[in-house]
């Protein structure tokens, strides 16, 4: 199953513990939050994509990105999510799938029959996808009621680059027990953020770091 999630417009911030809890605050009281999950994800990325930047050329399509996710340390059942174009796109990737995939063995991609995981599967053998970084954080969901608005906050950012260690949330932990963590917030809209809402985004301007891409640059 494919789900679609139409926010054309993304902003990523890195934030102070100041602000993180001056705004979680202000959005329990004004907006519908969901319990916090633990999530680890590992980005795939191809140094392909990267040529146009440094040629000085942009690329003429959007470029798909894709991550894997799952919740809760529990990898039974993982999301294999793509964004392009400002849309999110996923899919459900079982855990011996995932196994298989960090293995090397791609070939169950195509007897799945899922456009989102045939697509994946070229981004694996014609832009020579591979996995970059693994990233593991605590995410707090806020959304307001009638209106296609967004936000994350994410704590205790940690990161690794040994993938083969993905499905083992405990030996993460022990690699990554040592890094100072960040706090990320994540605003995701269609067409306009309420004002309401950007006067309390607005409170954290002056301490606030823009991020290009979430966790990749930050």
């Known amino acids: 199953m494919t789900t679609n999630q139409p926010y054309l417009q993304q902003l990523h911030y890195q934030i102070t513990p100041e602000d993180y ?4 605050d202000c959005l329990s009281a004004r907006t519908v939050g969901e319990s916090a999950r633990s999530v680890h994800t590992m980005f795939f990325n191809s140094y392909l994509d990267r040529m146009p930047a440094y040629s000085g050329q942009e690329l003429s399509v959007p470029v798909a990105r894709f991550s894997l996710n799952y919740y809760d340390g529990d990898p039974t059942y993982l999301i294999l999510e793509r964004r392009m ?3 999110r796109t996923s899919a459900m990737v079982a855990e011996a799938e995932c196994r298989a995939l960090l293995a090397g063995e791609t070939d169950w ?3 799945r029959h899922n456009p989102l995981l045939l697509d994946f599967y070229d981004g694996l053998t014609e832009r020579m996808l591979l996995p970059q970084m ?3 954080y605590q995410r707090e969901i806020y959304t307001a009621e009638g209106l296609d608005l967004w936000v994350a906050l994410d704590t205790g950012i940690r990161s690794s680059m040994d993938h083969m260690n993905f499905l083992d ?8 027990a040592d890094q100072e963590t960040r706090i990320l917030m994540e605003v995701s809209y269609s067409s306009r953020i309420p004002d309401d809402v950007l006067c309390l985004l ?5 301490r606030r770091k823009l991020v290009r891409s979430g966790y990749l640059t930050a």
């Open 85 to 87: 174009g400002g849309q």
């Open 109 to 111: 991609l195509l007897n």
């Open 202 to 206: 607005e409170k954290t301007a002056p």
């Open 134 to 136: 693994i990233v593991s």
């Open 21 to 24: 809890a001056a705004l979680r």
């Open 169 to 176: 949330p405990r030996q993460l932990e022990q690699d990554t």
